[in-house]
């Protein structure tokens, strides 16, 4: 079985679109009218329409490429957590996470729903609590994805190490479910949002991590770091040595109980330098398909993002080692997905 860990709902219907822009319209006339801020009532998609969606995009890409399974969240740069308030962000991650619980109750064996939190800048995380237990508890989530950075490319929150976060984190360990440390849209003009923000924001995570000792406090806690983990593995050899300056522990004791690496990298020697680098036991396989980068890639004449061709070409992974990578991994990182596949005899 080939599960992808990192798929977003990226081909929702054109409404949804349409929705938030009249949310983004209220909130830029200064919400004097009530009248035009938009119901999440009047939203209004039908299966068919989300059926059509899913089956001419991402499930049609995942039977083409052989992969089986997709944890699937909302778009990840429409999350926008900078836009308006809490009030603003609980209403839209409600809308979307709908709709991914929605695509996975359609296609109950091909996708399985990761929550977006309604953060909002300078708002205490544990007002996500609700939204979290609501997407576990009712729609069967089994993940989350955690915005270190909700101000989008401006960094107003404190480290991911920090107290601030604790609430989440409690809730995290209790559900037994993980995070996916994820930006969303960079309202920054120095940072592309999926070609810097989001790579820095994966490797500014893992630094954090390095400096703190948040996992003394969670050691259950488990984050998986997108995007390969942004530019850490390629700089591994500097982390280590950062980490012992700081006389933290061997980053294999220090992070790796607890820090996942996705295989959304894509090209070869990308997944090639992963594979040598990180211990096979930590690296998920991913696609983020269909997301950042959609064309064909001219020196192989594949889609960039068909990470499979890469897991299946590197010399560094055994069978045994692939297993982990598209199955074995992810049953171990996400247990309520594992859970719910031996619930069905998977
Ligand atoms: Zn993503």
């Not at 740069?77 to 979307?96: E, L, Q």
């Not at 594949?302 to 990470?307: A, G, I, R, V, W």
Request: a neutral charge; hydrophobic letters at 35%; proline letters at 7%.
């Amino acid at each position: 079985m080939i599960i992808d860990c990192h798929g977003h709902y990226t081909t929702a219907p054109k409404a949804l679109e349409e929705w938030r822009n009249r949310q983004i319209t209220a909130l830029s006339a200064g919400i004097k009218d009530p009248a035009l801020m938009p119901k999440a009532s009047e939203l209004k998609i039908g299966d068919d329409e989300l059926r059509e969606s899913i089956e001419t995009n991402q499930l049609k890409k995942m039977k083409e490429r052989g992969s089986d399974l997709t944890v699937f969240s909302p778009r990840a740069s429409f999350m926008a957590h900078h836009i308006g308030d809490y009030k603003v962000s609980s209403t839209w991650a409600a809308i979307c996470n709908e709709l991914c619980y929605r695509v996975s109750q359609l296609f109950p064996d091909n996708f399985i729903g990761a929550a977006m939190l309604p953060q909002s800048p300078g708002v205490d995380p544990k007002t996500c609590i609700p939204e979290l237990e609501k997407c576990v508890r009712d729609y069967g989530f089994v993940g989350i994805n955690l915005n270190p950075d909700p101000s989008g490319g401006h960094w107003t929150s404190p480290p991911l190490t920090d107290r601030h976060w604790y609430p989440i984190y409690e809730k995290m360990v209790e559900h037994r479910i993980p995070a996916m440390i994820h930006v969303s849209t960079s309202c920054n003009a120095c940072f592309h949002t999926t070609g810097a923000h989001y790579i820095n924001a994966d490797t500014t995570a893992v630094m954090q991590l390095i400096q703190g000792d948040l996992f003394k406090d969670f050691p259950d806690l488990k984050f998986v770091i997108p995007h390969g983990g942004g530019a850490a593995p390629y700089h591994w050899g500097r982390y280590r040595g950062l980490a012992q300056e700081l006389k933290k522990p061997l980053l294999r004791d220090h992070l790796l109980n607890n820090v996942f690496f996705d295989t959304c990298v894509y090209h070869q020697p990308g997944i090639d330098l992963l594979t040598k680098v990180i211990p096979v036991d930590n690296i998920l396989f991913a696609s983020e398909m269909i997301g950042a980068v959609k064309g064909i890639d001219p020196e192989t004449g594949h889609n960039f993002d068909d990470t499979k061709r890469y897991i299946e070409a590197t010399l560094n992974l055994s069978n045994a080692d692939r297993y982990k990578v598209y199955e074995g991994n992810a049953r171990r990182v996400y247990p309520r997905l594992d859970a719910a596949l031996k619930a069905k005899g998977k």
